[in-house]
């Protein structure tokens, strides 16, 4: 069974930092790009960032450019989203995702993606 498993979340002040974890299995892991998308009340889903297997390039939402660090560690099957100087407006539940039933380019980053944790919720309180 495949499971998409966030952590991390949580309340933190405006300027503080977070790490959020996507604990992959039921899959290769290696062969597959992982992003994280976020959605706020209100708003549309929107992709914070990505990262690719085959050379670990990366991608990130204008957002949080210079503030967001995401990164992989295959033998644990994870990916991390460090999220530094956290803002309000970075208010939201954040979700991990897969392209791993979508067929074609298995490194697609940013997307589009069809597996999806269940979100961790991230408030930053101004």
């Known amino acids: 069974e495949v499971q998409l498993v966030e952590s991390g979340g949580g309340l933190v002040q405006a300027g503080g930092s977070l790490r959020l974890s996507c604990a992959a299995s039921g899959f290769t892991f290696d062969d597959y790009a992982i992003g994280w998308f976020r959605q706020a009340p209100g708003k549309e889903r929107e992709v914070v960032s990505c990262?690719?297997?085959?050379?670990?390039?990366?991608y990130y939402g204008d957002s949080v450019k210079g503030r967001f660090t995401i990164s992989r560690d295959n033998a644990k099957n994870t990916v991390y989203l460090q999220m530094n100087s956290l803002k309000p407006e970075d208010t939201a539940v954040y979700y991990c995702?897969?392209?791993?039933?979508?067929?074609?380019?298995?490194?697609?980053?940013?997307?589009?993606?069809?597996?999806w944790g269940q979100g961790t919720q991230v408030t930053v309180s101004s």
């Open positions: 995702a897969a392209p791993l039933g979508l067929g074609g380019d298995s490194n697609r980053c940013p997307g589009p993606y069809d597996y």
């Open positions: 990262i690719s297997s085959s050379d670990g390039s990366t």
